[in-house]
């Protein structure tokens, strides 16, 4: 790996409150291994707001049968 | 990293395909992203499943409201 390359993967490990040693020949697989982590965490984070959408569909569709439910029974 | 624990960390290196090289000086930090990124994936699948589940039972609302809907027009 480049300097350049390695000095930047230094970076986004201490960014990412990593503060453990890293040497030139493994710096591929830390760069992978912190790719890979990345991306899964973009991925649990958009999950986390398809969840939270969902939630609050169900709960909107909740109070729309409630709300049609107490019309219906008083004749509003 | 004593030489058991490092043979381990090169064991799960393999099963998760990484191919790249790990020196035993970057060893701890290695396995300290690797132990992350497992645990992100784990709480990924967790998640999915919430969204599935969540899907599942927005589903099963709607075709409650669906069928009592048409049971109250048909006079049912």
């Known amino acids: 790996m480049e300097s350049h390359s390695l000095s930047q993967l230094r970076k986004k490990l201490q960014a990412l409150q990593y503060k453990e040693g890293l040497d030139d020949s493994s710096a591929p697989l830390v ?13 649990y984070r958009d999950l986390k707001l398809q969840v939270a959408n969902k939630a609050q569909e169900l709960e909107d569709g909740r109070n729309k049968v409630g709300s049609q439910h107490t019309q219906y029974h008083s004749g509003v």
Chains 1, 2 share one sequence.
Not at 32 to 42: G, I, P
């Open 31 to 43: 760069e992978k291994l912190v790719t890979d982590l990345l991306h899964t965490t973009d991925s």
